[in-house]
């Protein structure tokens, strides 16, 4: 199977890239490394999910909010990649969960994408990850998530 095929098969169509809502870029390049910046669980119209990990939201609602995140940075690959088989490696991931004080599972929240990354990239898509516990993310979003990816010329 493909990676289009995959993304079919486990997401649908990838939607327009949510636009930057600050001073950066979505994407930069260095030689054959992309930096994507920061996603947030975004959907066409807003925000889909809002809160805490450990008080507005459970464990479930912030692995969906991980995997949406996923889905625009994917989005994000897409649009300056146009072919997303460019992709040789996945190589690190940042997870920051937005976390009540008592809340110690953010691995658990982490694997909403992780999970995604490899039924998409399959083997290129297991990647080195760091979840941590954040006071506050932008906009009262329980997750944000930044990837740095490895890409053939």
């Known amino acids: 199977m493909t990676i289009p095929e995959r993304i079919a098969r486990h997401i649908g169509p990838l939607p327009t890239p949510p636009k930057p809502i600050a001073m950066f870029v979505p994407v930069t390049q260095s030689g054959n490394i992309l930096h994507i910046s920061g996603q947030g669980p975004n959907i066409e119209n807003g925000v889909q999910y809002r809160g805490k990990l450990g008080a507005e939201c459970d464990i479930q609602t912030g692995y969906n909010a991980a995997r949406l995140c996923g889905v625009n940075l994917l989005a ?3 649009a300056y990649l146009d072919d997303l088989d460019r992709v040789e490696k996945l190589l ?21 994408f992780s999970e995604l990354m490899v039924q998409i990239f399959e083997e290129k898509g297991y990647h080195a990850r760091c979840a941590v516990g954040m006071a506050s993310l932008p906009g009262n979003i329980p997750v944000e998530i930044d990837l740095v990816v490895q890409v053939r010329a």
């Open 92 to 112: 690190k991931a940042t997870v920051y969960v937005a976390s009540a004080d008592d809340f110690y599972d953010q691995p658990l929240v982490a694997n909403g």
């Open 76 to 78: 994000h690959l897409k």
